[in-house]
């Protein structure tokens, strides 16, 4: 009987090696799975350190707040509050969460949780409502802002009180009054300080401009005593009956005849001296006015040559002026305020040649349409870039201190605004500062042209 070798199963054929790979496969799929599970572990840790860290910025912010927080949901249960709730109501927060609001209101409250329901269905906010909580001490009122609070669905899920102590903000409205009556009244000094200063300025000008014609006034004056009292010598003698000789030679003597001659002329000067006295008057009766409702056409060339004349000619007698005015510059406005505006832009102008070796302003005007338009222009060292959007804000001021108030253009530049025009600084091409005044033009006219 023949025998025969058992074949081996057809799939026992490569199992060992089959099996290796299998194991194999498996072990890196372990690997992958570890290494997901860790770097999850990680992203986790990171996202808990985020968390808390959030978690501790809130709270420092919830700790750290003076006004009154709470939150609570929709049917008035606290949720949670803040340090400054605590301390309010007295109680910790713990003994607060899950209360409901209308709990913690005293019974004489202006506003009660029902008003707050209200305003949540009309998703709308509780602006400056006061509440009043009842507290050991009695009602403490209240001043409560509030809004809705919405999940991340926007659906409205709870209510946020934020509320500060009436008392407290009286205080507070009373301290912030108190300081803005104190900052007026430095302003209202630093004002009459700018007013003293250009009425300085004013004085010293007027005063220059009156000494020329008061000296010649008193000069003819003089002269006429002089001749007053030989004539009155002269005919003192003719009528005590002094012979010819005698009066020839008192006429000669006396000088009758140099007398007789100027007299005319001298009585000229001083007609013309009085008359520029009265002129320099009539100008600062005028420029001096202050009636709000003062706006008519005048000469702003003359305006503008006063100005130059009370404070560059009393000033720097040695300043190089040049005017290059029309004839008929007539503007509309109060004069007396653009006389204050120009002696103030004049002032800036000499203020700013001081030192330089070569001072010269120079004042232009021309017309451009229903304006007029005046430039003054100095050769000082220009107006740097940072300073020219701030030229006419309030107390701002590059001079040193004592030198001035920062309120002169600031000042300028409104008195302008209230004439109907404009005041504009800018860095001249050449070189200097130049500032531009524009004011409605007085007629239809074109006007002169420089």
Known sequence: MKTHRPEKPFEAVGAPADAEQAWIA???????????????QVALEEK??????????????????TDVLIACDLEGRIEQVNLAAERMLDRPGRALVAQRLADLLDESSPTTFDDVRRAAEQRGRIVDREFAFATTDGPLPVSVNGSIRFDTRGRAVGIVLVGRPIGELRRAYRELASAHERLKETQQQLVQSEKMASLGRLVAGVAHELNNPISFVYGNA??????????????EAMHAGADRATLDRKRSELRIDRSLADIEG????????????RD????????????????????????????????????????????ALPADFLA??????????AMNLVQNAVDAMEGMPA???????????????????????GIPADVLPRIFDPFFTTKPVGKGTGLGLSISYRIVQENGGTLEAQNAAGGGAELVLTLPAAGGGEGGKP
Do not use: C
């Open 266 to 277: 001298t009585l000229d000067g001083i007609f013309e001296g009085a008359e520029r006295v």
């Open 222 to 235: 003089h002269a006429m005593r002089r001749y007053a009292t030989g004539l009155v010598a002269y005919l």
């Open 332 to 341: 509309v406005g109060h004069p007396g305020h653009v006389h204050q505006v």
């Open 359 to 381: 001072r010269r302003l120079e004042v232009g005007g021309r017309r451009e349409g229903e304006t007029v338009v005046a430039t003054i222009r100095d050769t000082g060292p």
């Open 26 to 40: 498996v072990i890196h799929k372990m690997d992958e799975t570890y290494a997901d599970l860790v770097a999850q």
């Open 280 to 323: 320099i008057v009539a100008d600062l009766r005028r420029f001096s006015s202050d009636r709000k409702d003062a706006r008519e056409p005048f000469d702003l060339g003359a305006v503008l040559k006063a100005a130059v004349a009370w404070v560059a000619a009393a000033q720097a007698p040695d300043l190089d002026i040049r005017f």
């Open 48 to 65: 808990n350190a985020a968390l808390e860290e959030a978690q501790g910025f809130i709270a420092g912010v919830m700790g750290s707040m």
